[in-house]
């Protein structure tokens, strides 16, 4: 019966998976995705169609209140 290899090979491939995870991480933060999450959680609200447009809504909202300069 042959061993399995513990090493460089299997640490590798662990952090490959970290940085897939951090990546995937990064886009969901960018597609809104987390922000709607917390969102829900706050509001103690399920998904759906009507809870998507308030978020939407206040995103938009709140970006269109920030000052601009210039």
């Not at 061993?3 to 809104?32: C, Y």
């Not at 759906?48 to 447009?53: A, D, F, G, L, N």
Request: glycine share 8%; charged share 35%; proline share 3%.
């Amino acid at each position: 019966m042959k061993k399995r290899r513990q090493g460089p090979a299997t640490n590798s491939h662990i952090g490959w998976r970290r940085v897939i995870a951090i990546i995937a991480g990064i886009l969901r933060e960018l597609s809104d995705e987390s922000a709607y999450e917390r969102h829900l959680e706050i509001h103690g609200a399920n998904h759906s169609p009507e809870e998507w447009r308030r978020f939407s809504d206040e995103r938009w909202n709140a970006g269109a209140r920030r000052a601009r300069c210039c």
